[in-house]
């Protein structure tokens, strides 16, 4: 893959690579600078198949470093860049990484902090090293080699149909495999130019007005808070060659107002830090029928097969080949050859559908509620931002669900009554508590934990 991103810049070297709102780089520039990084790297000690920890205030600066390990074979640690020290130190004590750079500036400068404790793996195809959302536990490290990488970003290539005049609206953090493998390095390698920026709802219409993009990737919860915003009808759509969306339940009224705005291509990914990204997809245009948030196939080397209690079992190219340093977890995970992805689905016709996480699965009277199906009904309710779907014990021994919804203009009995019309007595919450937000973690999925504290407070108020 470097040695495409190389090529492209040896033919090139003017042409615009990224922009963020620290940068703006030409291809030339790009590779200027991470070898200028790879320099420091060498300078600082640190050799084939090292572990760098890194962070950064910008998206170039993560590319740039990426860039430069991957010219050095050493392996880049991405992490949230307003991560507590602690979990950081924590971090790199867990995988005995060789260097710890705290910016980008420090990086090329070789301002580092060199570790006496360090590791060197046999392993130099490993590119990075990336720390799992920890919504279901403690966050893993899952290493990316090399050909998962080659593999997940053709898949993007081809999913999107990225090219030289793609513009890709960027709004993924850089530290996780979306921002990194989906929108940072599968853009650079189509030759096209990757627009990273920090969503606003605020700012959209005039980033989409003065940025001109082609693609981009819109969270459900972006979407939701973007229907809401004054400026939002007067946004043109038109100029998106596709728009994707994922990571949580996408409700299908995203799907359709983003289609009724004009928008060719809607694209449904389903993926994981494990699997990478995109693992399935469904594609739907004005023109299509029926339902726009399932999954009708997989992305290239991918084989698939359900255990007996639904769970989606996965093998392939891009698929992960175990965590780091944890031969318990493995064999849980990846036993057999093949790993657990976590997630339940039901298979049927030629159509996946998701049905929510084995592990967040309630068990609510003695039935097993999912989350999930619960939360997509929610979301469809007009003035829905984004909601979440807890478990609740009360006094008398007596369990049941709770919804917590962040919206405008919403009653909790409004929502109440759409569960009931279309929801099983089982899966509809017993109460419904609106909020002015929800708690959010780094990849901007909702923090469920949290969520339940948030119900516990409310009641002890």
């Known amino acids: 893959m470097l040695e495409q991103i190389k090529a492209c810049a040896d033919n090139s070297p003017d042409r615009l690579a990224i922009s963020d709102a620290k940068a703006t780089l030409t291809y030339g520039e790009l590779l200027q600078q991470a070898g200028a990084a790879a320099t420091a790297l060498r300078r600082c000690g640190v050799v084939p198949g090292e572990r760098l920890l890194f962070w950064d205030a910008s998206k170039a600066g993560y590319l740039i470093a990426l860039l430069a390990c991957m010219q050095e074979q050493v392996t880049?640690?991405?992490?949230?860049p307003q991560a507590p020290p602690a979990w950081r130190t924590a971090v790199a004590q867990q995988l005995q990484a060789a260097a710890i750079a705290p910016s980008l500036v420090a990086l090329?400068?070789?301002?580092?902090?060199?570790?006496?404790?360090?590791?060197r793996s046999a392993e130099t195809d490993v590119l990075a090293i990336l720390m799992t959302s920890g919504t279901t536990g403690v966050p893993k490290g899952v290493p990316i080699h090399a050909a998962m990488a080659t593999a997940a970003a053709h898949n993007t290539i081809d999913v999107f149909g990225l090219d030289p005049d793609t513009r890709f609206l960027d709004y993924i953090p850089p530290f996780t495999v979306g921002g990194l493998l989906l929108t940072g390095l599968p853009i650079l390698l189509a030759g096209g130019v990757l627009l990273a920026q920090n969503f606003s709802h605020f700012a959209f219409a005039s980033v989409v007005t003065e940025l001109r993009p082609t693609h981009a990737i819109l969270l459900p919860t972006m979407v939701a808070v973007?229907?809401?915003?004054?400026?939002?009808?007067q946004v043109d759509l038109s100029g998106f060659a596709a728009i994707g969306s994922g990571a949580s339940p996408v409700p299908e009224s995203v799907a359709e107002e983003?289609?009724?705005?004009?928008?060719?291509?809607?694209?449904?990914?389903?993926?994981?830090?494990?699997?990478?990204t995109p693992v399935m997809v469904h594609v739907s245009t004005a023109q299509t029928t029926g339902p726009?948030?399932?999954?009708?196939?997989?992305?290239g080397d991918y084989q698939a097969r359900l255990a007996e209690d639904g769970e989606l079992l996965l093998r392939?190219?891009?698929?992960?080949?175990?965590?780091?340093?944890?031969?318990?977890?493995?064999?849980?995970?990846?036993?057999?050859?093949?790993?657990?992805?976590?997630?339940?689905?039901?298979?049927?016709?030629?159509?996946?559908?998701?049905?929510?996480?084995?592990?967040?699965?309630?068990?609510?009277?003695?039935?097993?509620?999912s989350p999930a199906l619960t939360e997509k009904v929610i979301f469809d309710v007009p003035g829905v931002r984004n909601c979440a779907v807890v478990k609740e014990t009360l006094r008398s021994g007596?369990?049941?669900l709770v919804a917590v919804v962040e919206g405008a203009g919403l009653t909790p009995g409004a929502i109440l009554q759409v569960c009931a019309e279309h929801l099983s007595p089982t899966?509809?919450?017993?109460?419904?508590?609106?909020?002015?937000?929800?708690?959010?973690?780094?990849?901007?999925?909702v923090d469920r934990q949290a969520v339940a504290e948030m119900v516990t407070l409310h009641d002890s108020r």
């Not at 880049?76 to 949230?80: K, M």
């Not at 973007?226 to 009808?233: T, V």
């Not at 694209?267 to 830090?273: I, Q």
């Not at 080949?321 to 493995?330: H, K, L, M, S």
Request: charged share 25%.
């Open 108 to 119: 090329q400068q070789a301002d580092l902090e060199v570790r006496a404790e360090r590791v």
């Open 76 to 80: 880049l640690v991405p992490l949230h």
């Open 398 to 400: 007596y369990e049941a």
């Open 258 to 276: 983003l289609l009724a705005r004009g928008v060719p291509r809607f694209l449904h990914l389903y993926g994981s830090t494990e699997c990478l």
């Open 316 to 369: 392939g190219t891009p698929v992960m080949r175990g965590y780091v340093g944890d031969p318990t977890i493995n064999q849980e995970a990846c036993g057999e050859g093949w790993f657990r992805t976590g997630d339940l689905f039901t298979h049927e016709d030629g159509v996946w559908r998701i049905v929510g996480r084995k592990k967040e699965i309630l068990k609510v009277g003695g039935f097993s509620v």
């Open 427 to 445: 899966q509809t919450p017993r109460r419904v508590i609106i909020v002015e937000a929800l708690p959010l973690n780094a990849m901007r999925k």
């Open 292 to 299: 726009r948030t399932i999954f009708s196939r997989f992305c």
């Open 226 to 233: 973007l229907r809401h915003a004054s400026s939002w009808p």
